[in-house]
């Protein structure tokens, strides 16, 4: 069964093959274990292979790593410390081709006898032996391969608990007298990775603390003692108790905090350094926490550039779980971060300069390809770093190659931006507040359209709703298609595109001028632009990326219901919205539920007449943003449809 985030394959048109998410976003979910679901995303026929990536302490899959990266265990588990969230780890292998399956199923017998303490088990998916059959699962446990029946269902992440690691680190070097650069690069470059081995031994050490400021709570990083501590008893007792109260459990009567309860909370820790000092009394847990970052280290006095950086690590866990679950996994994917920290510092110095601008820095993205949040750290410049459009747009020119290497890593297409700057979900906040509030993606939380056994195909990706009477600029009764033809720029700007200022109304009329389409008493008038002047729009406005438009002209509006396969395949190839207009009026078509057998169709409808404020609830329960029947259109009137093509870029 193959289920995905916008349904856009149903379960009759399943593959019968294993594939990566190259082609289309989708989510398979597979059920490792009876009791439990695990997540993959897979999406094309391509041979390929690698290695499954999950949790075996949520016993499920959450994402993999292609061979064609690395075949490395060393260096797959290395990225996947950094990229995925802490804890993720090896916990299976996949295969298009019988041969490399069964070569994979080999190296996981190999690896759980070479530890026979391990209790692990391994999850194998690998095509059939006959050329129709399905995907064939199998469980390595003990060295041993045994087949495994699978369900597949859609999994919710929203009943874990987001945890992150925060804390300061800094490198710096010194000058080496009258050397040649050469020379001085050489001792630069000992004298870092002679810093990254010393946050190594400052990360092992055993009086480290976690801190959640918010909470008012202390977490050893090593106390085996506090095992039985779960989440859920954080986030219930909070600031109210400390870590020895913890120590003596709940009373007797008291019942455990129920894991619902906490679902969607968030805890951030940062380190500090705890030192023990002999006990004044009987609870020997006590210690003297030193406040402040304790990743420091001791700086030469002719110290002439320093680096100073930020550790940001990302986990999720069930709150029943354990502290130590996840504090010892932290703490390891906090070192393969400072490890890249390095890594990038002296590849900036290799350019020739010790003053080149290059702050390595972690960004999170949340792509809807992929089943949870990956993490990856690029060498900015310091204008990057500050939220300067204009050095983010340089920064993700230049890191290309960078990104390609990323997509490839984690089988995702090569054809649309995922990680670029500004797509990261920490990216800091601007100074001040924008000056118009706009609900973005409004049809997120709409109800299903009603039509039985429809697919629905729906715009990827975020785009803002422009209506008329917003930025106190009154449009009302001729602005209509200029405010199609801004949600639709959203889209490009929102899903990484380009990073620009969406124009007015004047700035629209401008272009239309300087491009000879109208003429120049069309500036500050109140007419009117059409679906072709929107396509047009696009290229003028976003040259760089080169849009091409499709178009669907002189359509009755009793015949749009007929375009139905057109629409659904626009919006499973494409993606972006579609621009329609006729009868004096334009509106933006945002998706199709389509039953491909009986023809039904309804249209999900962008209304850039609303006139009211920014209430939700208002725009959905009145229909300004809702599912909409073929009568929708004016069955006498004609149409015209303008059908933005995504471009091709990382």
């Given at each position: 069964t193959?289920?995905?985030?916008?349904?856009?394959?149903?379960?009759?048109?399943?593959?019968?093959?294993?594939?990566?998410p190259?082609?289309?976003?989708q989510?398979?979910?597979?059920?490792?274990?009876?009791?439990?679901?695990v997540?993959?995303?897979?999406a094309?026929?391509?041979?390929?292979?690698?290695?499954?990536?999950?949790?075996?302490?949520h016993?499920?899959?959450?994402?993999?790593?292609?061979?064609?990266?690395?075949?490395?265990?060393?260096?797959?588990?290395?990225?996947?410390?950094?990229?995925?969230?802490?804890?993720?780890e090896?916990?299976?292998?996949?295969?298009?081709?019988?041969?490399?399956?069964?070569?994979?199923?080999?190296?996981?017998?190999?690896?759980?006898?070479?530890?026979?303490?391990?209790?692990?088990?391994?999850?194998?998916?690998?095509?059939?032996?006959s050329?129709d059959?399905?995907?064939?699962?199998?469980?390595?446990?003990?060295?041993?391969?045994?087949?495994?029946k699978?369900?597949t269902?859609?999994?919710?992440?929203?009943?874990?608990?987001?945890?992150?690691?925060?804390f300061?680190?800094?490198?710096?070097?010194?000058?080496?007298?009258?050397?040649d650069?050469?020379?001085n690069?050489?001792k630069?470059?000992?004298?870092?990775?002679?810093q990254?081995?010393?946050?190594?031994?400052?990360?092992?050490?055993?009086?480290?603390?976690?801190?959640?400021p918010?909470?008012?709570?202390?977490v050893?990083a090593?106390?085996?003692?506090?095992?039985?501590?779960?989440?859920?008893?954080?986030?219930?007792?909070?600031?109210?108790?400390?870590?020895?109260?913890?120590n003596?459990?709940n009373?007797k009567?008291?019942?455990?905090?129920?894991?619902?309860?906490?679902?969607?909370?968030?805890?951030?820790?940062?380190?500090?350094?705890?030192?023990?000092?002999?006990?004044?009394?009987?609870?020997?847990?006590?210690?003297?926490?030193?406040e402040?970052?304790?990743?420091?280290?001791?700086?030469?006095?002719?110290?002439?550039?320093?680096?100073?950086?930020?550790?940001?690590?990302?986990?999720?866990?069930?709150?029943?779980?354990?502290l130590?679950?996840?504090t010892?996994?932290?703490?390891?994917?906090a070192?393969?971060?400072?490890?890249?920290?390095?890594?990038?510092?002296?590849?900036?110095?290799?350019?020739?300069?010790?003053?080149?601008?290059?702050?390595?820095?972690?960004?999170?993205?949340?792509?809807?390809?992929c089943?949870?949040?990956?993490s990856?750290?690029?060498?900015?410049?310091?204008?990057?770093?500050?939220?300067?459009?204009?050095a983010?747009?340089?920064?993700?020119?230049?890191?290309?190659?960078?990104?390609?290497?990323?997509?490839?890593?984690?089988?995702l297409?090569?054809?649309?931006?995922?990680?670029?700057?500004s797509l990261?979900?920490?990216?800091?906040?601007?100074?001040?507040?924008?000056?118009?509030?706009?609900?973005r993606?409004?049809?997120?939380?709409?109800?299903?359209?009603?039509?039985?056994?429809?697919?629905e195909?729906?715009?990827?990706?975020?785009y803002?709703?422009?209506?008329?009477?917003?930025?106190?600029?009154?449009?009302?009764?001729?602005?209509?298609?200029?405010?199609?033809?801004?949600?639709i720029?959203?889209?490009?700007?929102?899903?990484?595109?380009?990073?620009?200022?969406?124009?007015?109304?004047?700035?629209?009329?401008?272009?239309?001028?300087?491009?000879?389409?109208?003429?120049?008493?069309?500036?500050?008038?109140?007419?009117?632009?059409?679906?072709?002047?929107?396509?047009?729009?696009?290229?003028?406005?976003?040259?760089?990326?080169?849009?091409?438009?499709?178009?669907?002209?002189?359509?009755?509006?009793?015949?749009?219901?007929?375009?139905?396969?057109?629409?659904?395949?626009?919006?499973?190839?494409?993606?972006?919205?579609?621009?329609?207009g006729?009868?004096?009026?334009?509106?933006t078509?945002?998706?199709?539920?389509?039953?491909?057998?009986?023809?039904?169709?309804?249209?999900?409808?962008?209304?850039p007449?609303y006139?009211?404020?920014?209430?939700?609830?208002?725009?959905q329960?009145k229909?300004?943003?809702?599912?909409k029947?073929p009568?929708?259109?004016k069955?006498?009137?004609?149409?015209?449809?303008?059908f933005?093509?995504?471009?091709?870029?990382l």
């Amino acid at each position: 069964t193959c289920v995905c985030h916008n349904r856009l394959c149903s379960p009759r048109n399943a593959p019968p093959y294993l594939t990566i998410p190259v082609l289309i976003p989708q989510s398979i979910m597979v059920g490792w274990k009876c009791d439990k679901k695990v997540v993959i995303s897979l999406a094309t026929t391509a041979s390929a292979s690698g290695w499954l990536v999950g949790s075996h302490a949520h016993k499920n899959i959450s994402g993999l790593h292609c061979d064609e990266c690395s075949d490395r265990l060393d260096d797959i588990c290395s990225f996947i410390a950094r990229t995925y969230p802490a804890g993720c780890e090896i916990v299976g292998a996949f295969a298009t081709e019988i041969s490399v399956g069964q070569e994979k199923c080999a190296k996981l017998q190999s690896l759980c006898a070479a530890d026979e303490a391990t209790n692990e088990s391994f999850v194998v998916c690998q095509k059939g032996d006959s050329k129709d059959s399905g995907l064939e699962f199998s469980e390595v446990v003990k060295g041993e391969a045994k087949e495994l029946k699978v369900d597949t269902e859609q999994l919710s992440f929203d009943q874990l608990v987001d945890i992150s690691l925060v804390f300061p680190v800094s490198f710096s070097i010194v000058t080496c007298g009258t050397e040649d650069y050469d020379t001085n690069f050489s001792k630069w470059r000992k004298n870092i990775r002679t810093q990254v081995q010393q946050y190594e031994r400052i990360l092992q050490d055993t009086n480290l603390v976690l801190l959640c400021p918010e909470l008012g709570v202390l977490v050893s990083a090593t106390d085996t003692r506090r095992d039985g501590i779960k989440c859920s008893e954080i986030l219930s007792r909070g600031a109210s108790r400390n870590v020895s109260t913890w120590n003596k459990g709940n009373k007797k009567g008291n019942s455990q905090p129920s894991s619902e309860n906490f679902a969607g909370r968030a805890m951030k820790f940062t380190l500090l350094h705890a030192h023990p000092e002999p006990p004044a009394s009987a609870d020997a847990s006590s210690s003297v926490v030193r406040e402040g970052p304790c990743l420091s280290l001791h700086r030469d006095a002719g110290s002439e550039r320093v680096w100073r950086l930020e550790v940001d690590v990302l986990s999720q866990m069930d709150p029943g779980q354990p502290l130590k679950t996840f504090t010892t996994s932290l703490l390891r994917s906090a070192y393969a971060q400072i490890q890249v920290f390095g890594k990038q510092i002296e590849d900036a110095l290799k350019k020739g300069s010790m003053e080149v601008d290059c702050v390595p820095t972690v960004l999170h993205f949340r792509p809807l390809q992929c089943c949870n949040t990956i993490s990856t750290i690029y060498p900015l410049s310091s204008g990057s770093v500050q939220g300067d459009a204009v050095a983010i747009a340089a920064d993700d020119a230049a890191l290309v190659e960078v990104r390609t290497a990323l997509h490839k890593c984690l089988g995702l297409a090569l054809d649309r931006p995922i990680f670029r700057t500004s797509l990261r979900t920490n990216a800091p906040q601007p100074s001040e507040p924008p000056k118009q509030i706009r609900l973005r993606n409004p049809h997120a939380t709409l109800k299903s359209s009603g039509v039985v056994d429809g697919v629905e195909y729906i715009t990827h990706g975020s785009y803002d709703y422009y209506h008329y009477m917003q930025d106190k600029f009154d449009d009302n009764g001729w602005g209509c298609a200029y405010r199609s033809f801004q949600s639709i720029a959203s889209w490009f700007v929102l899903n990484g595109y380009q990073q620009i200022d969406i124009p007015g109304h004047v700035d629209i009329q401008k272009m239309c001028v300087k491009n000879d389409c109208r003429g120049k008493d069309f500036v500050g008038s109140k007419q009117w632009i059409g679906s072709m002047e929107v396509g047009w729009l696009l290229q003028w406005y976003f040259p760089e990326l080169d849009i091409m438009n499709k178009y669907m002209t002189s359509i009755l509006g009793e015949d749009i219901a007929s375009k139905g396969r057109e629409l659904a395949l626009h919006f499973k190839e494409q993606g972006t919205p579609v621009m329609i207009g006729g009868n004096n009026l334009a509106h933006t078509i945002l998706g199709v539920d389509f039953n491909e057998h009986t023809g039904d169709i309804k249209f999900l409808v962008l209304d850039p007449h609303y006139t009211g404020g920014e209430n939700l609830k208002t725009i959905q329960d009145k229909g300004w943003c809702a599912w909409k029947d073929p009568k929708f259109w004016k069955a006498n009137v004609t149409y015209n449809l303008c059908f933005p093509q995504r471009p091709h870029v990382l």
